[in-house]
C-alpha cells in the first residue's frame, strides 16, 4: 500500500511540475495545488505506515489507532493549500484583468508605469 | 443574464435543505467522529454556491443579506475569542473542557467549548468561499 | 502560568480582525494598530528579563505536555527578533500613515500588517516545526497580499513570481517535514533535538537537513536570492521597508534554529556547505549593489549581502561568531527599515529610479543627506553605530575558527556594502540640486520622523551594546548549547 501511495505522489509531481512549467497562468496554479496534494500522500506514507491500527477515530470495539498526527499535519496542510490556491486564482484573474493575458512570457518586461 | 431553468431551480429547492441538513449534521458529528467545523463549513457553503450559481446573485443576497466578508472575520474572532477564554480560567492558551447537561428534549447531552471554536471555523469557511466564488463571478 | 507568551502572536491576530469592522475609521485602524506593537514590544520587554532570572520559558496550548501537543517557546535569541520586530514595525506604521494613501489603507492594509506580524513572531516562538510552516504560511499569505496591494501591473506580475517560488519551497518544506517525521517519528522541536542526539545524526538525517538549508536559502535569500531584488522592489515604501528589514530575517531565524537544535552534529558538512553559500551570497550580493543603477536594485542586493554575513557567523558556529550574528541580526533589521524607507521618500521626492537621474538632494533636504550619510556608515560598519559590533564578534570568530576565507569575503563585501551606497549618495546627494524651488516637494513630517527614529535607533544600538550584551550573551549560550533549550521543553 505505501508503495501504491509514493508512486501515486510520484505521479502527481509529474503532473505538477509540467504543469508549473507551462506558460498559461491558471495551469501553473492548478500545478501548485497538484503539487501540494502529492506532499499530503507523502505525509499520509510516512509516520507508522497506512494500515497499521485500526480508523484513529473514538469508539467501542476497535484496536490500537494508527498515528493521527499525519492526518492532522495533513488537513492543516490541505486548509493552508486552499487558501493559497484561492488567493493565487484571485491573483491570475486581477493579473488578467489588468493586462488582458495569462500567458507568462506575455507578463515579461513590464516595467513601472 | 436571464436564466430560466425550471428543473434545476426546483431541484434546488428540495436539495439545498438536504445539503443545509447535512453540514449541520457534519457539524454537530465532530468532535468525536468524522465531521467539524471545517467540513461542515465547505458543506454549508456549497449549498450557498448552489443556490448562487442556479439562481441569480442578486436575487440570494436579497435573500440572504449578510456580508460574507464581515462573517468570516467574525468567525475568525470568535475562534481566536475562545482561545482567551482559557485565560479567564487561568488555564493554559487554547484549553477546553467538556460536560454533560441534562437538557429538556435532548436527554443527557454532551455540550463542549471546542463547539464554539468549530463554530468559529465553520463561519470562516463559509464567509471566506462565498467571498471567493463571489468576487471572481461578480465582474464578468 | 505563560499564557503571555502566546501574545505576540495572538494580539495581532485579534486586533488584524477587529480591524476588518472597522474598515471606515481609518484613523482608528492606524492608532489601533501602532498601539499593539508598542504593547508587543511591551510584553516582549518583560519577557525578555523574565528569561533572564528564570530561565527559557514555554507555553503549552490547551495543556498538552510535550511533545505531544504544540507549544511556544521564548528563549532571548526569540523574543530579541520579537523586540525587534515590533519596534521597526511601529516605526514602519509611522510612515505609513504618511504615505500609502487612503485608498490602498482602506483595503485591508493595516489588517494585513498585523496578520504578517502574527506570522512573524509565531515563527519566532514556536517551538514547533509543522507550526513553523504554518506561522511561515501565515506570514507568506499576508505578504502576498501587502505585495499585490495596489494593483499596478508590475506589482502583480512581480507577484506572481513571489506566490509561485514561495509555494514550491514552502512545498519542499512540507517535504522536508515528511521527511524528518518518517524518520525520527516527532515534531517537537526539543525532542526532535534529543531523538537525533541519540540514534546520532545518520546521513539520512544530513540528506534532510539539506532539504531544510534548501528551504530556508529560498526564504531568506541565501544563494537563490534570484526573487528577491524583484518582488522587494514593487511594493510600497513602508511594506517593503517591512519585508526588507523583516521577511529575510525569519528565515535566517529558522536556519539557525535548525542548525544549531537540530543538525549540529555534522558541522563538517552542513556548516560548511552554508559557509559555501553564505560565501557565494556575499560575492553576488556584492556583485549586484555594484551593477545596478536603480536604487531598489542597488538596496536590494544589499539585503542579500546581509543575509550572507550573518550566516557566516552560523556557518562558523563559535559562541563568539554567533553572538555577532545575533547583534547584526538585530542591526540590519532596523537599518534595512531605515534604508528602504530612505529609498523610497528618495524615488517620492525625485520621481525617478536611478541615482543618475537625481542629483544634490541634500541641499534641498539637508537633515534627509546626513541620515542616509549615518545610515551608509553603520552598514559599513563605522564604530560607533551599530553596525561595528556584530561585524567584529562574526570576525573574531571567522578568525578563531579559522576560516579566513569567509572572513576575508565578509570584510570585502562591507567594502562593496561601503561602495554602493558612497555612489548613491555621491551621485543623489551631492552636485547641483535638480530640484527648483517651485517644484520641491515639501518633505512631511511623516516621513522624517520614521527615518530620525531609525537613526537614533542605530545609534543607540551602536553606544548600548553593552547593556545588550547581556541578553545577546545568553541567546547565543543557548543556541550553542541546545541542552538548555530541550530540558527547558522536556523536564518540568
Given at each position: 500500500m505505501e508503495t501504491l501511495i509514493t508512486i501515486l505522489a510520484g505521479v502527481l509531481v509529474t503532473v505538477a511540475t509540467y504543469?508549473?512549467?507551462?506558460?498559461?497562468?491558471?495551469?501553473?496554479?492548478l500545478g501548485t495545488a497538484i503539487l501540494s496534494h502529492a506532499a499530503h500522500l507523502l505525509i499520509m506514507s510516512m509516520g507508522s505506515g497506512l494500515k497499521n491500527g485500526s480508523v484513529p477515530i473514538l469508539d467501542e470495539g476497535i484496536g490500537p489507532p494508527?498515528?493521527?498526527l499525519p492526518q492532522a499535519l495533513i488537513l492543516t496542510s490541505i486548509v493552508i493549500s486552499f487558501a493559497v490556491t484561492a488567493l493565487s486564482l484571485v491573483l491570475a484573474y486581477r493579473t488578467y484583468q489588468e493586462t488582458g493575458t495569462d500567458k507568462l512570457d506575455e507578463l515579461r518586461g513590464i516595467k513601472h508605469e | 443574464m436571464k436564466i430560466n431553468n425550471v428543473i434545476l431551480q426546483t431541484v434546488a429547492k428540495i436539495v439545498a435543505f438536504i445539503i443545509l441538513t447535512l453540514a449541520v449534521y457534519l457539524f454537530l458529528s465532530g468532535h468525536n467522529s468524522p465531521g467539524g467545523g471545517f467540513i461542515g463549513g465547505l458543506v454549508l457553503a456549497s449549498a450557498l454556491v448552489l443556490l448562487f450559481v442556479v439562481y441569480d446573485i442578486e436575487k440570494v443576497k436579497n435573500a440572504i443579506p449578510v456580508d460574507f466578508k464581515k462573517l468570516a472575520a467574525f468567525g475568525a474572532f470568535l475562534s481566536v475569542g475562545t482561545g482567551f477564554g482559557?485565560?479567564?480560567?487561568?488555564?493554559?492558551?487554547?484549553?477546553?473542557?467538556?460536560?454533560?447537561?441534562?437538557?429538556?428534549?435532548?436527554?443527557?447531552?454532551?455540550?463542549?467549548?471546542?463547539?464554539?471554536?468549530?463554530?468559529?471555523?465553520?463561519?470562516?469557511?463559509?464567509?471566506?468561499?462565498?467571498?471567493?466564488?463571489l468576487s471572481i463571478s461578480e465582474d464578468v | 502560568m505563560n499564557n503571555i507568551l502566546v501574545m505576540p502572536m495572538v494580539i495581532p491576530v485579534m486586533v488584524g480582525i477587529l480591524l476588518i469592522f472597522l474598515r471606515p475609521y481609518i484613523k482608528a485602524q492606524r492608532w489601533i494598530s501602532f498601539s499593539t506593537m508598542i504593547v508587543n514590544a511591551g510584553i516582549a520587554v518583560y519577557l525578555l528579563n523574565r528569561i533572564q532570572t528564570e530561565g527559557v520559558l514555554r507555553l503549552d496550548f490547551g495543556g498538552w505536555e510535550p511533545p505531544?501537543?504544540?507549544?511556544?517557546?521564548?528563549?532571548?535569541?526569540?523574543?530579541?527578533?520579537?523586540?525587534?520586530?515590533?519596534?521597526?514595525?511601529?516605526?514602519?506604521?509611522?510612515?505609513?500613515?504618511s504615505s500609502v494613501g487612503k485608498e490602498h489603507e482602506n483595503m485591508f492594509f493595516y489588517s494585513f500588517?498585523?496578520?504578517?506580524?502574527?506570522?512573524?513572531?509565531?515563527?519566532?516562538?514556536?517551538?514547533?516545526?509543522?507550526?513553523?510552516?504554518?506561522?511561515?504560511?501565515?506570514?507568506?499569505?499576508?505578504?502576498?497580499?501587502?505585495?499585490?496591494?495596489?494593483?499596478?501591473?508590475?506589482?502583480?506580475?512581480?507577484?506572481?513570481?513571489?506566490?509561485?517560488?514561495?509555494?514550491?519551497?514552502?512545498?519542499?518544506?512540507?517535504?522536508?517535514?515528511?521527511?524528518?517525521?518518517?524518520t525520527v517519528g516527532t515534531l517537537n522541536l526539543a525532542h526532535l533535538s534529543e531523538r537525533i542526539a541519540e540514534s546520532g545524526q545518520t546521513p539520512l538525517l544530513t540528506v534532510i537537513s539539506i532539504v531544510f538549508l534548501t528551504v530556508f536559502a529560498l526564504k531568506s535569500g541565501l544563494l537563490l536570492y534570484f526573487w528577491l531584488p524583484g518582488s522587494y522592489s514593487v511594493p510600497s515604501t513602508a511594506v517593503a521597508a517591512l519585508f526588507g528589514a523583516l521577511l529575510t530575517k525569519v528565515g535566517i531565524?529558522?536556519?539557525?534554529?535548525?542548525?544549531?537544535?537540530?543538525?549540529?552534529?555534522?558541522?563538517s558538512i552542513t556548516h560548511t556547505l552554508i559557509g559555501i553559500l553564505a560565501g557565494l551570497t556575499l560575492i553576488g550580493g556584492s556583485i549586484g549593489a555594484v551593477a545596478y543603477k536603480d536604487i531598489r536594485q542597488i538596496i536590494a542586493y544589499n539585503v542579500v549581502i546581509a543575509v550572507g554575513f550573518i550566516l557566516v557567523g552560523l556557518a562558523v558556529a563559535t559562541p563568539i561568531a554567533m553572538e555577532g550574528s545575533i547583534y547584526y541580526l538585530i542591526h540590519d533589521m532596523i537599518v534595512k527599515a531605515l534604508l528602504f524607507l530612505l529609498a523610497g521618500t528618495m524615488i517620492t521626492v525625485t520621481g525617478e529610479y536611478r541615482i543618475d537621474y537625481m542629483s544634490g538632494l541634500i541641499r534641498n533636504y539637508p537633515l534627509f543627506g546626513w541620515i542616509f550619510f549615518i545610515v551608509m556608515l553603520s552598514l559599513a560598519g563605522v564604530p560607533p553605530l551599530s553596525g561595528f559590533i556584530g561585524k567584529v564578534l562574526v570576525g573574531h570568530g571567522a578568525i578563531e575558527a579559522g576560516s579566513y576565507i569567509l572572513l576575508a569575503l565578509a570584510f570585502i563585501s562591507s567594502i562593496f556594502v561601503l561602495y554602493s551606497l558612497l555612489r548613491v549618495f555621491l551621485n543623489s546627494f551631492w552636485g547641483e540640486t535638480i530640484i527648483s524651488k517651485e517644484d520641491?516637494?515639501?518633505?512631511?513630517?511623516?516621513?522624517?520622523?520614521?527615518?530620525?527614529?531609525?537613526?537614533?535607533g542605530t545609534i543607540v544600538l551602536g553606544l548600548g551594546a553593552e547593556p545588550l550584551a547581556v541578553y545577546v550573551e545568553d541567546a547565543a549560550n543557548t543556541l550553542m548549547n541546545p541542552q538548555i533549550y530541550i530540558d527547558a521543553v522536556l523536564k518540568d
Open positions: 504543469l508549473i512549467l507551462s506558460k498559461s497562468l491558471i495551469r501553473v496554479i494508527v498515528d493521527a | 482559557s485565560l479567564l480560567f487561568g488555564a493554559p492558551f487554547l484549553s477546553q473542557s467538556f460536560a454533560y447537561f441534562d437538557l429538556p428534549f435532548f436527554g443527557k447531552t454532551e455540550l463542549t467549548t471546542v463547539t464554539i471554536f468549530e463554530a468559529g471555523v465553520a463561519l470562516v469557511v463559509v464567509g471566506v468561499v462565498v467571498t471567493i466564488i | 505531544f501537543g504544540i507549544l511556544f517557546v521564548a528563549d532571548s535569541f526569540s523574543i530579541i527578533l520579537v523586540l525587534t520586530t515590533s519596534i521597526v514595525t511601529a516605526i514602519c506604521l509611522l510612515y505609513a500613515f500588517i498585523n496578520f504578517l506580524i502574527a506570522g512573524i513572531n509565531g515563527s519566532f516562538l514556536t517551538g514547533d516545526l509543522f507550526n513553523l510552516y504554518v506561522c511561515f504560511e501565515i506570514m507568506l499569505l499576508a505578504s502576498y497580499v501587502l505585495v499585490a496591494l495596489g494593483g499596478k501591473k508590475r506589482q502583480l506580475s512581480e507577484s506572481i513570481k513571489y506566490v509561485v517560488i514561495n509555494i514550491v519551497s514552502s512545498w519542499i518544506f512540507l517535504i522536508a517535514i515528511a521527511y524528518l517525521y518518517g531565524y529558522a536556519m539557525i534554529r535548525v542548525f544549531t537544535l537540530l543538525f549540529y552534529h555534522e558541522q520641491k516637494v515639501p518633505m512631511k513630517n511623516g516621513w522624517l520622523i520614521p527615518c530620525v527614529l531609525l537613526t537614533i
